[in-house]
């Protein structure tokens, strides 16, 4: 006959504890500057989920590779990503000599005047003598080796999953070694031609970098953060399991520890209510009656303008890791995400109108990579008649629902899941192409799922 002892559990053995986030998040950080730094591969991939410290580990990888004496080139995908790294790096390391190199119509953004370290041109000959130097991919690819008196050994490219493949060939000659930084969840790259005629070859120029870099080198060493710091316990298992089935990672913070909360008590109506609902939860979904609507749909522009207008009314205040004290819900930690840029220019019209100014309202493409307390989204199958590809991209949903640290609150039309369920993937399967997952349709059902626990009738 067995025994139970302390030793030995009725049940099993016991499981262990869980790993303490900042724990487990600095020791992949030390594993991957290991791999930058002193590893023999010519390349490391770092996958990084919505707000896991992405760019603080590309601050870092910078700084050390300088302090060990190494010259290295920064790549970004676009100028304010650069302008950002470029002061996030001279904040953290006033000493450091960095170079921002910049097109002759594109200057830096002033900001960058407060740096003395850095040092500003058009021109690569004339940052020479930096320690690091920043531009953008486009930027990059007109510099030629010619132009330098050696290629850098090193290299970190920023949103490496956003950047194209061709747009690394282009610049691939001027490094040795690099370390390749993305979220592999986002939008993926953007292409202005159609490239069905290359899909499924080895130079897909649509691919993103780390696709087709991983295709040739599939022994590269890989690593994955594992917590993000941004998205609260009560949106990263959501947000996780729905776009990252794969990698999946968890929040850095536990049940309780963010709370959003109002000074000013409900009217009854839907927007209040929603509020509410999203104050209690993190989530909430304000819907409106099934109709087939314009894009720009003026009911769904009202319902989002009035829900903002109500966030500021009310006297949100946020509470967080981040201070004892409680932080008041100001116009400029809230965001408005759409799918298309007309959505959100009548978004701002009927914000204007409402007399709201200073909140960000933008696509999910301009959103990427940014911060907010509490996001107000249109959903993009609100109101329409069918679920094309470009709305079916599960990046866009991904960067719309992984914006906000403390709330998320969609505004939708009701008979989305049935639009799904009607208009299933016709897309062609393409031989060779490697099928990014989950997709688009699975990825919309998994999120409906959970906001419908969350769903309030839209009341004006």
């Given at each position: ?303 989002v303008a009035q829900v903002v207008r109500r966030l500021l009314d009310r006297g949100g205040v946020t509470f967080s890791e981040r201070s004892e ?68 991209e599960t990046g866009r949903l991904c960067v719309l629902a992984s914006r906000h640290r403390h709330a998320c609150i969609v505004v939708c039309r ?47």
């Amino acid at each position: 006959m067995s025994r139970t002892t302390e030793d030995s559990p009725p049940h099993g053995p016991a499981r262990p504890a869980p790993r303490d986030p900042a724990a487990e998040a600095a020791a992949v950080t030390e594993a991957i500057l290991r791999d930058t730094l002193h590893g023999s591969s010519r390349g490391v991939v770092v996958d990084s989920p919505p707000g896991a410290g992405k760019s603080t580990l590309v601050v870092r990888a910078a700084r050390e590779l300088a302090a060990a004496g190494e010259s290295l080139m920064v790549v970004a995908q676009t100028n304010a990503q650069v302008d950002d790294l470029a002061d996030r790096l001279a904040t953290a390391d006033p000493g450091l000599q960095i170079g921002r190199l910049h097109g002759s119509e594109s200057p830096p953004d002033p900001l960058l005047d407060r740096h003395p370290s850095i040092v500003k041109s058009a021109k690569v000959a004339d940052l020479a003598q930096q320690k690091v130097v920043i531009a953008t991919s486009a930027k990059w690819a007109y510099v030629k080796t010619t132009d330098l008196t050696s290629p850098w050994r090193h290299a970190i490219v920023d949103e490496a999953y956003q950047m194209r493949s061709d747009a690394l060939l282009q610049v691939a000659g001027l490094f040795e070694r690099a370390l390749f930084v993305g979220d592999p969840g986002q939008l993926d790259p953007f292409s202005v031609v159609g490239a069905d005629q290359w899909a499924g070859l080895s130079y897909d120029p649509s691919a993103s970098a780390v696709v087709t870099l991983l295709a040739h080198n599939p022994g590269l060493p890989q690593h994955r953060l594992p917590v993000s710091w941004r998205l609260p316990a009560s949106a990263a298992p959501l947000v996780s399991r729905a776009f990252y089935p794969y990698t999946p990672f968890r929040s850095g913070t536990g049940p309780g520890v963010r709370r959003l909360s109002f000074g000013v008590p409900s009217q009854g109506t839907g927007p209040d209510e929603v509020l509410d609902e999203a104050a209690a939860s993190g989530w909430g979904l304000l819907e409106l009656p099934a109709r087939h609507t314009p894009r720009t749909d003026p009911e769904a522009v009202h319902a989002v303008a009035q829900v903002v207008r109500r966030l500021l009314d009310r006297g949100g205040v946020t509470f967080s890791e981040r201070s004892e004290e409680p932080a008041p819900l100001t116009a400029d930690r809230i965001a408005v995400g759409t799918a298309h840029r007309d959505q959100a220019a009548a978004v701002r019209s009927a914000l204007t109108a409402l007399g709201v100014a200073g909140v960000a309202v933008d696509t999910a493409n301009r959103l990427q990579g940014r911060e907010f307390d509490v996001t107000v989204v249109l959903h993009p199958l609100s109101g329409r008649p069918d679920a094309t590809a470009f709305h079916l991209e599960t990046g866009r949903l991904c960067v719309l629902a992984s914006r906000h640290r403390h709330a998320c609150i969609v505004v939708c039309r009701a008979g989305v899941a049935r639009l799904l369920d009607e208009h299933p993937s016709t897309e062609p399967v393409q031989l060779g192409v490697t099928v990014k997952f989950p997709d688009g349709w699975e990825a919309n059902h998994a999120v409906l799922a959970h906001l419908d626990e969350h769903r309030v009738p839209y009341r004006p």
